[in-house]
């Protein structure tokens, strides 16, 4: 596979943060995704967070799994730690890593298939352990990987490529960690720069499990059944000598909106997204009232956008444990293994 770097050239003008990066040592290298897609403003956005907040690159690890949405770590933060896991796996790797060296920012981009489907478990416990990492899953409803068939947040009765229409109630990934105990919870929309680079600042700079639904349109798998401009229809009235994938560029979808305002946002394919802002009177401290006020805009078939949960007096996973300070990675043989007259008492409280 070839990879195309980004130039250097003329970067040493460019305005330095506080601790003396550019905005370009946030970056990484050029995405390969479809233009247009919503996970490349996710990747932007990450970037601009990172370099106000004046984070040292190499002081973050960044996590993923498998996904498109997997794939744009990549894209940002080229000069990072990185680990690319399995399907899935992302949660526990990223624990692991985190109970290991506590000094650095740990940052995990996900996607639906990969948290809502063979990772919901994973999910699951990474949100109810308290282990500090921000998670952020780039939603998009399908699995652009193999071809755009529904994932498990799909809405119910929205349509695939293929015009079936889905049956399955959706996975609510952010009731979900409301409920598991997330102690900074989040939805955002990949083409609201204004709300989401923020709601990435607080998260990253929060000590707890934080996490970020960020929707985030595929501009590939909307060519459904009945237009004449679909693969299929194509296919289907050409004689063609062989089969080649074709994937026609689009603008990605931005949109700007007021706290507490409605917007209708119109996707590729004609669709329409209700995306509700928080009001300035939300009170995002209640839990129990950011899961009432998520399930009374559903009901309305709007989605709700902002800071929904945060505690700020949160612990993580580390304080739960009553691990030393020191990173585990720095303890030396003496301090794993203190002898046996440690084990037999430690065992005795265990019976």
Request: hydrophobic letters at 35%; proline letters at 4%; a negative charge.
């Amino acid at each position: 596979m070839t990879y195309i770097a980004k130039p250097r050239l003329g970067s040493e003008a460019l305005p330095r943060n506080a601790a003396g990066f550019t905005r370009r040592d946030y970056e990484g290298r050029v995405s390969t995704l479809c233009a247009g897609c919503g996970h490349d403003s996710i990747s932007a956005a990450i970037v601009q967070a990172c370099y106000e907040l004046d984070i040292e690159p190499h002081r973050v690890a960044k996590m993923s799994g498998i996904g498109c949405s997997s794939k744009t770590p990549d894209y940002f933060l080229g000069a990072s730690h990185g680990f690319n896991s399995v399907h899935g796996r992302m949660p526990s790797v990223a624990t692991g890593a985190a109970l290991a060296n506590r000094d650095l920012t740990y940052l995990g981009v996900s996607g639906d298939g990969d948290s809502a489907s063979i990772g919901i478990g994973q999910f699951a416990h990474a949100m109810r352990r308290g282990v500090n990492l921000t998670y952020i899953v780039e939603n998009n409803g399908v699995y652009g990987l193999t071809k755009g068939q529904f994932s498990a947040t799909a809405d119910k009765g929205s349509k695939s490529k293929k015009g079936v229409l889905n049956a399955d109630s959706p996975i609510d990934l952010v009731a979900l960690a409301l409920q598991l105990g997330a102690t900074y919870v989040a939805r955002s929309f990949s083409g609201d720069k204004e709300q989401l680079v923020p709601l990435i600042k607080g998260a990253l700079r929060h000590k707890g499990p934080a996490f970020i639904d960020v929707l985030s349109p595929c501009v590939t798998f909307n060519n459904h059944a009945g237009s004449t401009k679909s693969y299929d229809y194509v296919r289907e009235h050409n004689e063609a000598v062989n089969r080649v994938e074709v994937v026609l560029q689009r603008h990605a979808i931005e949109t700007s909106y007021a706290p507490g305002e409605l917007r209708r946002v119109v996707q590729h394919d004609g669709s329409m997204l209700l995306l509700r802002k928080l009001g300035q009177d939300y009170d995002p401290t209640d839990r129990i009232g950011a899961m009432n006020h998520l399930h009374e805009h559903a009901a309305l078939g709007e989605i709700v956008t902002g800071l929904l949960y945060v505690d700020e007096h949160a612990d993580d996973l580390h304080k739960h444990l009553n691990t030393v300070e020191a990173p585990l990675n720095t303890l030396t043989d003496e301090a794993l293994c203190p002898g046996n007259e440690v084990l037999q008492a430690l065992n005795a409280t265990l019976r």
